[in-house]
């Protein structure tokens, strides 16, 4: 039974983090990047703190003890920056894209941590190189639809593909000592202020642009940040972390039905097949192999 509730609470993050991307891109039409990145940023970082209150209300000393003052604050800080890199580049991308291609594009993080991992004194099994093969057949078919290029879009989502990598695996690194939902809140933080900057010196947002993106940024902020990523939390603690991996994956999935059903946007039978290609990959790649190789883990992927 608690396995049952883990799966839908994963379900249903992924869900929300698909349909997520419908909000981004609406947003984006009223408000810059920077300026909607950096809103629901903080907007996720104070709905997180009551969870933070909640959370470490009933932790024993003992576990208390277990976390790291000084790591949660370092690490909520260096993934903060690198989340406000990636989530940039996404920003700016979905004006360029749909949020089809975005949603499948972006989930090229579940193939590229393994590699990237190799880096770090790693290594990566016949099957990870299989996944990344077919991973860039399928990006091929999604995207290169006019001769050997990528779109602006399209050539913003790989690099944020990359960005959200390397952000995995510094979260993977900082949260063995870590307080995992308090790093996320102060993550948040550090992104939204960040985003201030150049909020303030390209965009200038008013009042009124404010208001008019209000729904895409409670539903970024409070559902995308704040909600998905406290039931991911539920959800691991009752589920297999590679058929958890597999489940988040399905983000890609709804990012595709939620352009359809919401914004009315339609894919080629090559970019279908492109789509299927790279969700192929990133289940091949979360498969639990007989050795130990090193695998995504999704709790990372909502930070």
Same mark, same amino acid.
């Given at each position: ?5 883990? @799966? ?38 104070? #709905? ?18 277990? #976390? ?16 406000? @890199? ?218």
């Amino acid at each position: 039974m608690k396995s049952l509730r883990g @799966t839908f609470a994963l379900l249903l993050t992924a869900f929300i983090w698909g349909v997520a991307f419908v909000a981004q891109q609406v947003g984006g039409e009223t408000l810059g990047a920077f300026s909607f990145n950096g809103i629901r940023s903080f907007i996720g970082s104070a #709905v997180l703190i009551p969870v933070v209150w909640f959370i470490n209300r009933g932790k024993t000393d003992a576990q208390r003890e277990a #976390v790291s003052l000084k790591a949660t604050v370092i690490g909520g800080i260096v993934c903060g920056t690198l989340l406000f @890199t990636a989530s940039s580049l996404q920003q700016v991308g979905l004006l360029y894209t749909t949020v089809g291609k975005a949603g499948f594009i972006t989930a090229l993080y579940i193939v590229c941590v393994p590699v990237f991992s190799i880096f770090l004194g790693n290594k990566c099994g016949l099957r990870i190189w299989v996944a990344v093969a077919i991973a860039v057949i399928g990006l091929y078919l999604l995207c290169m639809t006019g001769g050997l290029y990528l779109s602006r879009g399209d050539a913003l989502m790989v690099l944020c593909a990359f960005a959200f990598s390397c952000h995995i695996l510094c979260v993977d690194y900082f949260c063995v000592r870590s307080d995992n939902v308090m790093m996320s809140c102060i993550q948040f933080f550090t992104c939204g202020t960040l985003s201030v900057l150049p909020m303030l010196l390209l965009e200038h947002p008013t009042a009124a642009q404010m208001q008019a993106a209000l729904i895409p940024l409670l539903y970024a902020g409070v559902l995308s940040c704040g909600v998905a990523y406290t039931l991911q939390i539920v959800g691991q603690k009752y589920v297999n972390p590679a058929a958890a991996s597999i489940i988040m994956s399905l983000e890609a999935v709804f990012s595709v039905l939620a352009g359809w059903v919401i914004l009315h946007q339609t894919m080629t039978g090559r970019e279908l097949l492109g789509c299927t290609l790279m969700f192929s990959a990133s289940v091949l790649a979360q498969l639990p192999g007989k050795k130990a190789e090193v695998q995504t883990d999704s709790a990372e992927e909502a930070l």
